[in-house]
């Protein structure tokens, strides 16, 4: 299909969930009615987005409509942010399923998941509490790999651990 008929065809189809956004607050609905414009000017669906995170652990309701960019660097995932009076309140990386690193041959490293400079989302657990903030990773690391990333609220650097893409569990 050309890439200039899938914008028209990707909105098309996700308008009736923006609607139904707007009057039932189904915040599911309302981010997928964001990322269609940034996924079809890429030549994508929403169709391939993982949205297993999303469904497992929802964000909160989020007043403004929901604001949906690509993260710097490589375009792995997609970012969905709630903004409130101009400040985020609450961003989600949602992985693009057609990004998972291919395997790499047998005896070579692991290719990076996560590439330097890019925009990753930071997770601490603790005793059934968890805690995630916006950071940047400051080097390359592939899944389970060790990797030094900045909060980008504190301008701490962290050490943590690749869990997903875009995605680093650090301790607190």
């Known amino acids: 299909m050309k890439p200039s008929l ?3 065809l990707t909105l098309l189809l996700l308008l009736p969930l923006a609607a139904r956004a707007q009057g039932s607050g189904d915040i599911t609905a309302r981010l997928l009615a964001a990322a269609a414009a940034p996924l079809a000017e890429a030549g994508l669906a929403a169709a391939d987005l993982d949205l297993r995170q999303l469904h497992a652990n929802p964000p909160p309701p989020c007043a403004e409509p929901p604001q949906a960019s690509w993260p710097a660097g490589a375009r792995r995932s997609l ?3 709630c903004l409130e009076g101009g400040q985020p309140r609450w961003t989600i990386y949602l992985p693009l399923r057609q990004s998972a690193p291919a395997a790499a041959p047998p005896g070579a490293a692991p290719l990076p998941l996560i590439r330097r400079g890019e925009a990753v989302a930071l997770r601490a657990r603790a005793q059934g509490l968890e805690v995630r903030a916006s950071g940047k990773a ?3 690391a592939p899944l389970g790999g060790t990797i030094r990333v900045e909060n980008l609220l504190t301008r701490r650097t962290l050490q943590g651990r690749v869990s997903g893409p875009g995605m680093v ?3 607190f």
């Open 6 to 8: 899938l914008l028209p």
């Open 79 to 81: 970012a969905l942010s």
């Open 138 to 140: 400051l080097m390359e």
């Open 169 to 171: 569990d650090v301790d």
